[in-house]
């Protein structure tokens, strides 16, 4: 007979009730959260924001997976100093396992290098998809969160990417071009496809005031021409020169200056990301795979 109350441990870490003993019941894992990190123009130190958010996720006991996206300018491994033998396309052509290709990052961030194979994802046969989500299936365990550092502006693959992650974080700056850029991102993915949940992290920012004030350019603009567009404000990054100290390093911020300005920033935007679930539901790490492969 069940009984609703009297729960307690015993010593074998076993949930007693009454005179039974029922196994502790595993906690439900978290959907992975996908998100996609763009920017309209290029030279908003996008990939710089990637790498010092999964270094912030990776502390918070979060484990995370960077795919570096960008076929044109390919920073993360640069900007970490990496070499990578293989990427996404030695596993479309069958010589290399997912678990192959994966580079080692910070602390336990792993990244799943930038290649012509990406682009490749979108001329694969239906058989070719199949088997690339049964092997992309199998690193979902192993991850918390997949952050997407896409190319700069809004090219297809930007599109592509934006369209199958669960989440969409725009980085700007202070200059009026990152803005008009930006919006014309933003407005692309509204007005063609239907997006509406978007979220904006202001970079290089003079001050915390100043990051909330170019976010209300962005905000009105949208709200007067995009009905129905959801902006959230993330936070902002502010200006920082161990930001360029790091990156003659080729380490991460968080790694190399974690008492900075620009760190602690980056630390309190995951933070607010972890806390805040995204305003759609975000789905399975499945469905994402299956809406980038078109399946």
Do not use: C
């Amino acid at each position: 007979m069940d009984q609703a109350v009297g729960l307690r441990k015993n010593g074998n870490g076993e949930l007693k009730q009454g005179g039974f003993v029922a196994k502790d019941r595993p906690v439900p894992r978290q959907p992975v959260r996908v998100m996609a990190v763009s920017s309209g123009k290029g030279g908003v130190g996008k990939s710089n924001v990637v790498i010092n958010l999964a270094v912030a996720f990776d502390r918070m006991g979060l484990k995370v997976l960077i795919m570096d996206a960008d076929l044109g300018l390919a920073n993360i491994d640069i900007l970490l100093g990496l070499a990578p033998k293989y990427n996404l396309s030695h596993v479309l052509n069958g010589q290399k396992k997912i678990e192959e290709v994966l580079v080692a990052g910070p602390g336990q961030v792993r990244i799943m290098p930038a290649s012509s194979g990406v682009q490749e994802l979108t001329r694969l046969t239906d058989e070719q998809k199949l088997l690339l989500l049964e092997l992309l299936d199998g690193i979902e365990t192993d991850i918390d969160v997949l952050l997407i550092d896409t190319s700069a502006g809004i090219s297809d693959m930007v599109l592509y990417f934006n369209l199958a992650a669960h989440e969409k974080i725009i980085v700007v700056t202070p200059e009026p071009t990152s803005l008009t850029d930006a919006y014309a991102l933003i407005k692309v993915l509204y007005s063609k496809h239907g997006e509406r949940h978007f979220r904006i992290l202001v970079n290089s920012a003079t001050s915390e005031a100043a990051g909330k004030t170019i976010f209300a350019k962005i905000s009105k603009v949208a709200d007067h021409f995009l009905d129905g567009l959801s902006l959230d404000y993330l936070g902002a990054i502010p200006h920082d020169s161990a930001v360029t100290k790091s990156v003659l390093q080729q380490r991460a911020l968080l790694e190399v200056f974690p008492q900075a300005p620009a760190a602690q920033a980056f630390l309190a935007v995951a933070d607010t990301i972890r806390k805040t679930q995204p305003s759609v539901n975000q789905g399975t790490i499945q469905f994402f795979w299956k809406r980038l492969l078109n399946l």
